[in-house]
């Protein structure tokens, strides 16, 4: 059985990691987005900046279980749609590690360092 303090630096670094990507991935995405402002892609911008505001608050330990709830519905409906058309499973394993690692931040909770307490 893993110690308290060791329980709360693997949440504090899961937390850490998963915010990370989540920010990075979503920043990266709009800075380099081109083309005309058009309805489907303001959304996409939308979504994107969703992503980035909650994998910031992720990272900072605030609000984790208000802020997972969308990452979870952003990357689980593509997943489950995939599974669903015979997507094989060894092929969406990032997809899978994602979305597992979020979930897993979610219940664990804010842990050490965290600037709020869910």
Do not use: D, Y
């Amino acid at each position: 059985m893993a110690s308290t303090n060791r329980t709360a630096w693997a949440l504090l670094i899961l937390r850490v990691a998963v915010g990370f990507l989540f920010t990075a991935s979503a920043l990266l995405q709009l800075v380099h987005a081109r083309g005309p402002v058009t309805m489907p892609r303001a959304l996409g911008w939308g979504l994107l900046g969703l992503q980035a505001v909650c994998g910031m608050l992720v990272m900072l330990g605030v609000w984790m279980t208000a802020a997972c709830l969308p990452l979870l519905a952003l990357h689980g409906w593509p997943l489950l749609q995939a599974l669903a058309r015979g997507a094989n499973p060894a092929a969406l394993r990032h997809e899978l590690l994602t979305f597992c690692a979020t979930l897993a931040a979610m219940v664990g909770g804010a842990g050490k360092g965290a600037l709020g307490k869910g």
